[in-house]
């Protein structure tokens, strides 16, 4: 049973240019979380989705930042026009309810 | 507001003693607690959890104790092995409104020869 699955794992952009990051959630699991992870601090919330609904995006930045979850395919995380302030390790989960949550691997992103 | 605290950044110990991992949480309306274990590069993985109505799981060589008059709990790996070295995250959530988890900073575990 494959674990969660974020692609890519590094990816580099400049400012300006959009980012978009990609989880593919355990099988049979139907909630995706994202988080984001600054250098030397914790794991932060960001939004948590179910197929094709946003269930909280309490955590997410009101601007450039936008999430979704189709009935088909992976999640997505999508930024906008990056910024520096926006280099992290960004962490997609997914569970089966509300329950445990498993961890992909994390994507790197580095804005130039 | 760091609502999960792990007051310790960093922590030595030596291989085959035990190793005693704390947090602190701040909202009382936490009900449901874990930690997870990350190496570097990696996602975290899931280590052990315990709901409110407990004070103690057991999971091996990990134990979880939580202390709700002091919103305290404490992970115990015992006996610690150097593959355990990595930082350890505790997390906290509370089941009844939200699925989301609040992480504390984490802790740097070392476990030396």
Not at chain 1, 69 to 93: H, T, W
């Amino acid at each position: 049973n494959a674990g969660v699955m974020q692609n890519p794992r590094h990816l580099v952009r400049r400012r300006g240019q959009e980012a978009r990051l990609r989880c593919s959630p355990m099988k049979g699991h139907s909630h995706v979380y994202w988080y984001r992870q600054l250098p030397e601090e914790g794991l932060k919330f960001m939004v948590y989705l179910q197929k094709e609904n946003i269930i909280d995006e309490s955590g997410m930045p009101k601007e450039r930042f936008s999430a979704e979850f189709p009935k088909e395919g992976p999640s997505i995380l999508r930024i906008q026009q990056v910024v520096r302030g926006d280099s992290a390790a960004y962490f997609c989960a997914s569970s089966p309810l509300q329950e445990t949550q498993y961890f992909g691997p994390g994507t790197r992103l580095l804005v130039l | 507001d760091q609502q999960v605290k792990q007051n310790s950044p960093s922590l030595s110990v030596q291989e085959g003693r035990i190793s005693i991992l704390n947090c602190d949480y701040t909202n009382s309306m936490f009900d449901y607690f874990l930690w997870y274990k990350k190496y570097p590069a990696e996602g975290p993985t899931f280590l052990i959890s315990i709901s409110s109505i407990k004070d103690k799981n057991e999971d091996g060589r990990f134990t979880v104790f939580l202390n709700k008059s002091a919103k305290h709990l404490s992970l115990h790996i015992v006996p610690s092995q150097p593959g355990d070295s990595a930082v350890y995250f505790c997390a906290a959530k509370n089941t009844g409104t939200a699925s989301k988890l609040t992480f504390g900073t984490g802790t740097r575990l070392q476990v030396t020869l």
